[in-house]
């Protein structure tokens, strides 16, 4: 990516601009001349299940370039991403950990796509589901577990829990609880990143049933008005909690819902047409033509959260036909195999792999120190001043909040 | 882990049943076994069945809630009546408000009341003032919006706030919060049939825990009524909600030490019964409120200043608080942030002993 970077610099700079909020214009071959740069193996998949365009002339490309070490590095990531949500599961089902936890288990292509497509300075804001997004930012498996157990290693120090997990110096923006939440704080990154001439992008991921809340229109219109480099990722696993998509939307398809922006509907599942998209939508943003929304048509194998089974409201057959016909780590397993990029015993022995390191980064987290008592008091106001408030002995305790 | 350590609210159907609380009866006076979420799925019930223009609507309550407090409704009364609605507060509420507008009898519900927020715009500028600013031409009185409320143990930032002291702050509207299943019965049906807005609180950590017998039939618990839940010497104690419980077992253990307290359920927090609450100062001249709100603007606040007000030359003691802390709802630290019996207890005896 650092390669693609210093590309889009040289071409900028070539360019005039115009003024401190002006995109930069781009020629159309530099889409495919970088591409092709890009390509390091000899591979080409094809995109099965064709992108759906809303206000674009052309889409993504129909295949993708792709190399044997690319393909090793989705398998093993998006199985990191699945064995860790099931290690999450067995945590919560022994009641070893508490709370809420909205398990990824099925979106794995959705994060891997997006790790693929995006650099570390673009910036990502994501709903609760964030455990696969946090991975993909660059989060390992240690400091989940760390922030599921409320340790001091956790990546928001033990007390963000399960839906709060951030990680600064990736700009992963985070874990947000409140549905609908991260499109206007979206438009505020993206927004920071154009003022501050980045060449680099603020992805904005909610699911379909937050696609209803008022403030995504808001920041929608924002984005649009001010041509804000913001990709609005919908996550559309078909479910808001229970309520199915069509029970929930007049129009249950997100990606041409505005018809001032731009949109791209993608399989979810295949982790290379989540990757083109994304490639696709970096550069339109990047070009100075504003904000454009992707809609991955994914699917979530655990119920909403731990307290939902998840067969209430659908049945064990249809979850059970997506594993088999789309889940998304065999789709990646299999073309391997096709291409002969690893056989099955060096995938078994990646399995192995995978599974041991995500145990040990478990039996880690539980050795680690819970944050101490003070740790309840800090970290909400910046200040320098003392602020008074009750300690747990009733009695006046002061406490320097920073 | 400290949830299982610290964390232990044991409830017996006896907090429902204090020592100086009237029974409830009802003409009828049969009554069922019934839990928080059963007690108000029947108060729905004879709502729906009594009123023809009344409707209950709200994210998921089709198939009976998240917490299953709809359960069945949907089937009896038509989907027509009791519907789910897309995920959007603030279109709920706004729309409960224009149904309302036209007559109707509408139950809102707002699946935690910790995503009440958007909504918080259309409750506090529209549904608490359309009376007043029409000149009484109109009004949203048929608006109801229930919505479960405060700590469950391990909820966190997003699934424990009592954000009930916000609404407090709003002339217009009124706010209720049962303590047990035959008070929830009673306030919601009130509430329902009250000409005003109501927001009412439902205790979500007691939706299973609390259980007793609860009248099957239609009655009615007056709002803006404090319930002296048990009557003592020596110190009034405030509270309302979940936190009842907490206050009735520090009551229990003060009273082995020696100290009479007299227990106090507010009910309705606005319009309050300073009336009753003023009187039970004045005998006591001691006064303790309790709240799982961070303390700072709390409810508590409003109660402990008007009392300094009107019983200043009765008080013995400085009115003490004893209420959540001033951090956001931890995740972690739940037992530290919460007002526990033994917290309650220190400050009787520390009010007391004064």
């Known amino acids: 990516m650092g390669r ?59 295949e993708s370039r792709t190399g044997k070490k690319e393909l090793l590095a989705m398998y093993m990531d998006m199985l990191t991403i699945r064995r860790m949500e099931i290690s999450a599961d067995m945590l919560f089902k022994s009641q070893q950990v508490r709370g809420f936890c909205h398990l990824y288990d099925g979106q794995e292509a959705v994060a891997i796509g997006l790790k693929e497509a995006i650099s570390k300075e673009d910036a990502v804001i994501t709903a609760y589901r964030d455990h696969g997004i946090f991975l993909a930012k660059g989060g ?51 927004l920071a990143l154009k003022y501050c001439k980045k060449n680099n992008v603020a992805v904005a991921i909610h699911g379909d049933g937050a696609d209803n809340q008022g403030q995504v229109y808001e920041a929608k219109n924002m984005a649009a008005l001010w041509d804000l480099p913001l990709i609005l990722l919908i996550e559309n696993n078909h479910f808001g909690m229970g309520t199915a998509e069509w029970r929930a939307s007049k129009k249950a398809s997100y990606f041409d819902r505005v018809s001032y922006l731009p949109g791209i509907k993608a399989d979810g599942m295949d982790v290379f047409a989540v990757k083109e998209a994304l490639l696709f939508c970096k550069e339109h943003c990047l070009a100075g033509k504003g904000p454009i929304v992707i809609e991955c048509d994914t699917y979530r194998y655990h119920g909403h959260s731990m307290s939902d089974p998840g067969s209430t409201y659908r049945t064990w057959d249809e979850i059970k036909q997506i594993r088999q016909a789309r889940d998304p780590i065999q789709f990646v397993k299999q073309i391997i195999l096709k291409e002969g990029a690893a056989t099955e015993e060096e995938l078994a022995t990646i399995d192995k792999q995978v599974k041991k390191d995500v145990e040990d980064a478990l039996s880690k987290a539980r050795e680690a120190p819970e944050p101490k008592e003070e740790a309840l008091f800090t970290d909400m106001y910046k200040h320098d001043k003392k602020f008074v408030v009750y300690g747990c002995d009733r009695k006046q305790a002061t406490s320097r909040l920073a | 882990m400290p949830f299982a350590k610290h964390l232990c609210r044991t409830l017996k159907s006896a907090f429902c049943v204090g020592h100086g609380q009237r029974a409830l009866t009802t003409q009828a006076g049969k009554a069922k076994r019934m839990n928080l979420v059963s007690a108000i799925n029947s108060a729905l019930q004879i709502v729906l069945e ?125 706010v209720v919060i049962p303590r047990g299943p035959s008070q929830a019965k009673g306030l919601l049906l009130s509430s329902v049939r009250d000409p005003n807005p109501v927001v009412f609180f439902e205790p979500k950590w007691l939706y299973r825990q609390a259980v007793e017998d609860v009248p099957e039939d239609d009655y009615a618990i007056p709002l803006s009524r404090a319930e002296v839940v048990q009557r003592g010497t020596d110190i009034t104690v405030v509270g309302w909600g979940a936190q009842m419980a907490i206050l009735d077992q520090a009551c229990s253990e003060a009273l082995q030490a020696g100290i009479s307290c007299e227990l106090i359920d507010l009910q309705t927090l606005i319009p309050w019964d300073k009336e009753t609450v003023e009187a039970s100062v004045k005998k006591t001249g001691r006064l303790l409120i309790s709240h799982e709100a961070p303390i700072t603007g709390g409810f508590g606040a409003e109660i402990a200043a008007s009392i300094v007000e009107r019983c200043f030359l009765h008080l013995e003691a400085p009115v003490s608080r004893v209420c959540g802390l001033d951090t956001p709802f931890p995740l972690v630290f739940e037992p530290h942030y919460m007002p526990t019996k033994n917290k309650i207890l220190e400050a009787i005896k520390a009010s007391v002993h004064f």
């Not at chain 1, 740069?37 to 993504?60: D, R, W, Y």
């Not at chain 1, 007390?159 to 992963?172: A, P």
């Open chain 1, 4 to 62: 693609s970077a210093a590309v889009l610099l040289r071409l900028w700079k070539r360019q005039p601009v115009h003024d401190s909020f002006s995109g930069r214009a781009f020629s159309s071959n530099a889409f495919a001349e970088r591409r092709a740069k890009e390509s390091k193996g000899c591979i080409t998949v094809q995109i099965q299940v064709p992108f759906s365009l809303h206000n674009l002339a052309e889409g993504p490309p129909v």
């Open chain 1, 140 to 190: 390992t498996p240690f400091e989940v577990f760390s922030e599921l157990t409320g340790r001091v290693t956790g990546c928001a120090a033990g007390k963000g829990g399960s839906m709060h997990l951030y990680k600064r110096e990736n700009n992963f923006f985070g874990g947000w609880g409140i549905v609908g939440t991260t499109s206007p704080l979206g438009a505020g990154l993206a």
């Open chain 2, 50 to 174: 009594s009123d023809p223009r009344s409707y209950v609507f709200g994210e998921d309550v089709s198939f009976g809630g998240v917490f299953r407090c709809t359960t069945g409704l949907a089937d009896m009364f038509g989907k027509h009546r009791v519907f789910n609605t897309p995920l959007c507060e603030q279109g709920i509420v706004g729309f409960g408000i224009g149904l309302a507008a036209m007559g109707n009898t509408a139950i809102a519900e707002i699946q935690f009341a910790d995503y009440i927020y958007p909504a918080f715009d259309q409750i506090v500028n529209e549904a608490a003032k359309f009376r007043y600013r029409s000149g009484n031409q109109f009004n949203c009185g048929g608006l109801t919006i229930r919505t479960p409320y405060g700590a469950v143990g391990h909820g966190g930032h997003y699934h424990s706030q009592s954000p009930e002291a916000f609404f407090c702050h709003v002339p217009g509207i009124k």
